[in-house]
């Protein structure tokens, strides 16, 4: 099992540039998140996805949007990016039924000039 | 900001030291997790105790909760140069399907 994956790992966009990141997990969970992580600030949530069609707002979510095509796949879209949408972005899922520990991708480290 | 308060926000200590960090919430809680990222990763799981227990142990880590001070702290015993990391609480409040990180402590451990 790959777990949580990530794509792409770097990358680095002009300000109003648009760009999706791509999460996906193979461990048949049915939520899944996206974070950013900051200098000193931890993790802030931007989205999340309880189940397969539903998405929520998080802490942070203006500037963002989410899509959850399927079980697996959780996407993070920057419609026109903004230096301060500069950080490191983080996926994770969480399965249920009492089982509450969350799993997290790689990281996607976003460079916005 | 809904986030957890952790201290200290770093921690110098050489192996065979305790390293304790503890961590402050503002919500009730299912539960508390502690996570452990190490430079550069993704975070990974470490422990986590429920809103009715009051210390739980794995392998050299020790965590308490203390539900009526909305704190916790995770005591990390016989510290290793591999233990070099940044840790993060977590808490898993009622009623809502997402984790609060807290700030995070950066633990530095000298050989």
């Known amino acids: 099992n790959a777990g949580v994956t990530q794509t792409p790992k770097f990358q680095v966009l002009k300000t109003g540039q648009s760009m999706t990141l791509q999460c996906a997990q193979d461990?048949?969970?049915?939520?899944m998140y996206w974070y950013r992580q900051d200098p000193g600030m931890g993790l802030r949530l931007i989205y999340y996805?309880?189940?397969?069609?539903?998405?929520d707002k998080g802490e942070v979510p203006n500037g963002y949007n989410v899509s959850r095509l399927n079980k697996r796949e959780f996407s993070l879209r920057l419609e026109s990016a903004a230096p301060s949408q500069t950080s490191v972005y983080f996926c994770?899922?969480?399965?249920?039924?009492?089982?509450?520990?969350?799993?997290f991708g790689p990281g996607t480290r976003l460079t916005v000039l | 900001s809904q986030q957890g308060e952790e201290d200290p926000q770093a921690l110098s200590i050489q192996e065979g030291e305790n390293a304790t960090m503890n961590c402050s919430y503002k919500?009730?809680?299912?539960?508390l997790q502690w996570y452990r990222q190490n430079s550069g990763r993704g975070l990974v799981h470490l422990i986590l105790?429920?809103?009715?227990?009051r210390e739980k142990h794995s392998g050299r880590l020790r965590v308490t909760l203390d539900t009526s001070k909305k704190s916790s702290s995770l005591l990390i015993t016989a510290s290793r140069a591999a233990d070099t990391a940044s840790y993060f609480c977590?808490?898993?409040?009622?009623?809502?399907?997402?984790?609060?990180f807290g700030t995070g402590t950066r633990l530095q451990v000298f050989p």
């Open positions: 994770a899922s969480r399965g249920t039924g009492g089982v509450n520990e969350q799993f």
């Open positions: 461990m048949n969970h049915n939520s």
């Open positions: 996805s309880a189940s397969e069609g539903t998405t």
């Open positions: 919500t009730s809680i299912n539960n």
């Open positions: 105790i429920r809103s009715n227990e």
């Open positions: 977590a808490t898993d409040p009622f009623g809502t399907d997402k984790l609060i």
